[in-house]
């Protein structure tokens, strides 16, 4: 019994990580997309260096999961899916990086409490702890280039699309942690949207 318990486990820790990998794909692919709509030099350098910090992300997820002696699980309806269900398929760059923030802003929050959930694995921790500094940046870089849209567009019509974005996403999460409560991973005890 304990041996099948263990088994079960391991299967949910890959299932997870799987996800987070298929999460760091679809931002990388989604930024690679950004990146040919856009001629802004300085918005390209950004996007250049995130979209290699995401692949990056993949690869350590890919890395962690065969450690624990497994291939990644192919993921149909992932986060990203999830979210494009709710909101659609934002149709300017400045539609695309604030969804992109509000989506980075769930990442931190997420892989902050999986890194604190008690008897987590010291090298998944790792991981998490990589890819969290890494969020700062992302989030940061993003809010650079939203304040200076605000100039532009009106703080009040950014302020609005957030909000609109992380009320969506908030859905979309929710969703996401129900399968996860099927599976017995449970990293926060609602879908309450982090912090701005």
Same mark, same amino acid.
């Given at each position: 019994?304990?041996?099948?318990?263990?088994?079960?486990? %391991?299967?949910?820790?890959? *299932?997870? !990580?799987?996800? @987070?990998?298929?999460? +760091?794909?679809?931002?990388?692919?989604?930024?690679?997309? &950004? &990146?040919?709509? =856009?001629?802004? /030099?300085?918005?390209?350098?950004?996007?250049?260096?995130?979209?290699?910090?995401?692949?990056?992300?993949?690869?350590? *997820?890919?890395?962690?999961?065969?450690? !624990?002696?497994?291939?990644?699980?192919?993921?149909?309806?992932? @986060?990203?899916?999830? !979210?494009?269900? @709710?909101?659609?398929?934002?149709?300017? $760059?400045?539609? &695309? &990086?604030?969804?992109?923030? $509000?989506? #980075? #802003?769930?990442?931190?929050?997420?892989?902050?409490?999986?890194?604190?959930?008690?008897?987590?694995? /010291?090298?998944? $921790?790792?991981?998490?702890?990589?890819? =969290?500094?890494?969020?700062? *940046?992302?989030?940061?870089?993003?809010?650079?280039?939203? %304040?200076?849209?605000?100039?532009?567009?009106?703080?009040?019509?950014?302020?609005?699309?957030?909000?609109?974005?992380?009320?969506? +996403?908030?859905?979309?999460? %929710?969703?996401?942690?129900? #399968?996860?409560?099927?599976?017995?991973?449970?990293?926060?005890?609602?879908? +309450?949207?982090?912090?701005?």
């Amino acid at each position: 019994m304990r041996q099948r318990e263990r088994m079960t486990q %391991a299967s949910a820790q890959v *299932w997870l !990580l799987s996800y @987070y990998r298929a999460a +760091e794909l679809r931002g990388a692919d989604l930024l690679g997309r &950004l &990146l040919r709509k =856009t001629d802004d /030099p300085h918005l390209h350098i950004n996007l250049t260096r995130h979209f290699a910090d995401e692949a990056r992300h993949a690869w350590l *997820w890919t890395r962690r999961i065969q450690e !624990l002696g497994a291939a990644p699980l192919p993921v149909v309806d992932g @986060y990203q899916r999830r !979210l494009r269900q @709710y909101v659609g398929l934002p149709s300017s $760059v400045l539609e &695309l &990086l604030a969804l992109t923030h $509000v989506a #980075e #802003e769930r990442v931190q929050q997420r892989y902050r409490e999986h890194a604190a959930r008690p008897g987590e694995d /010291p090298r998944t $921790v790792a991981v998490l702890q990589i890819i =969290t500094a890494d969020e700062e *940046w992302h989030l940061a870089w993003i809010e650079t280039w939203l %304040a200076g849209q605000a100039r532009e567009y009106g703080s009040g019509q950014i302020v609005a699309l957030l909000d609109r974005y992380r009320a969506l +996403e908030a859905k979309a999460y %929710a969703e996401l942690a129900s #399968e996860e409560e099927r599976f017995g991973i449970t990293l926060r005890s609602s879908s +309450e949207r982090p912090r701005p």
